[in-house]
């Protein structure tokens, strides 16, 4: 996801603020909305601002995605300290904050989409005990993680591992609080530091906590997820739970339950078929 630069945004004018209060919009001050030069106030429609809240430029457009379309702006949301790309249709999001949103991002029907600054997300693959835990971070390599938690006795490798990826948690790129361009979340419950990388959907899932939904993913019908690393192309389907683990590129996991294991790429497992122990999964 391309980085926001904040320098390239305004202060409201009186007529944009004043059309926003006449749109059902409230802030707790206005002064601190920022919006981009392309920035169209008839867009934003009973909406409450709280802390910094900066708003990209806007077309007179439509975002589809399968059975919805929906137009770009913002609408029925709460949204506190964010930072939203361009031409992003952003509507019934009870609660966004501490977010940095990409540009032509579907964000629909999610009840809590968060962001804990300064927490850091480890994950606890091959060992349900601990001890061989990885700190995820987005373009995070499923070879990345194997050596995180394969080599845990290399302590000079395992402290340069640490102090870079602590170095890359600390930028926008590195960031678990990001959606990045052409993402779709629609109708989820709850969302919180979890990065999606450019053109990840997620649908109907229940919940996602701590961990990195890879590029072009696909998350739906009920996923339960949490403290997870997936690869680019994998899909969560039917009724998933996932904890502690890292999925490959291109693999599928559907009605089933994965704890605490590293999955090499283009694995398939489904029907109630599930690693309830530490595993480490290579390829065949």
Known sequence: MK??????????????????????NFADNWDNIHVSNGFVASCI?????????HIGSMTDTFLSHEDITLPVG???SWIVNATI?????????????????????????????SFIPDRKVWIEPMNENGGRRILPFPQMTVGDAYLWARFRGENAMMKRLEEMTLRHLDSPEGC??????????????????????????AEQCIALRDGVVGVD??????????RFLLGEHVK?????????????????????????????????QHHNNSFLIAALIMEA
């Open 217 to 226: 993913c696909h998350l739906e019908h009920g996923i339960i997820a949490e």
């Open 3 to 24: 980085n926001h630069n904040t320098m390239n945004y305004r202060n409201l004018t009186p007529d944009e603020i004043a059309t926003l209060k006449a749109q059902g």
């Open 176 to 201: 678990l609080g990001s959606v990045g361009d052409n993402v779709v979340v629609k109708n989820c419950k709850l969302i919180c530091n979890v990065a999606f990388l450019e053109g990840a959907i």
């Open 74 to 76: 913002i609408s029925g």
């Open 45 to 53: 429609n009973n909406n409450h601002f709280s802390g910094e809240v």
């Open 236 to 268: 969560l389907e039917f009724g998933l739970r996932l904890n502690d683990s890292v999925v490959g590129d291109n693999s599928t996991l559907a009605r089933c339950e994965v704890g605490n294991s590293i999955i090499f790429p283009a694995h398939e």
């Open 85 to 113: 790309g361009d031409n992003c249709a952003i509507h019934n999001v009870r609660y966004l904050c501490n977010y940095t949103v990409g540009n032509n991002v579907v964000l629909f029907n999610i009840d809590e989409m």
